[in-house]
């Protein structure tokens, strides 16, 4: 599975993004898909996870209540939509591709990734 992120930006603290993930293949119905996103000398985080049918989510303990995962099967599309900002939510936004149906935290998990996608948050 091929993946094209898109979407980032930067945005004032409080403000809004929505990041979009467009996959090749397809398989890609079948594959949980997630958003990962790593920040300057830190190490890589868990974002969120959505699973093939779209009704398992899970999110990072942070990003919860403001972020919100999504996809849509018909399109080969999967969205992370972004609410209140932070800007300690600045990094490069990855989405990757599962290797099983169902979501997942694990970087483990995941066997094909986007090339990233910027985001950030200026206080």
């Known amino acids: 599975v091929q993946l094209v992120e898109s979407g980032g930006g930067l945005v004032q603290a409080g403000g809004s993004l929505r990041l979009s993930c467009a996959g090749s293949?397809?398989?890609?119905?079948?594959?949980?898909m997630g958003w990962f996103r790593q920040a300057p000398g830190k190490e890589r985080e868990f974002v969120a996870s959505i699973s093939g049918s779209g009704r398992g989510t899970q999110y990072g303990d942070s990003m919860k209540g403001r972020f919100t995962i999504s996809r849509d099967n018909a399109k080969n599309t999967v969205y992370l939509q972004m609410y209140s900002l932070k800007p300690e939510d600045t990094a490069v936004y990855y989405c990757a591709a599962g290797k099983f149906p169902h979501s997942s935290n694990s970087a483990q998990d995941y066997g094909s990734w986007g090339q990233g996608t910027q985001v950030t948050v200026s206080s």
């Open positions: 293949g397809r398989t890609f119905s079948t594959l949980g």
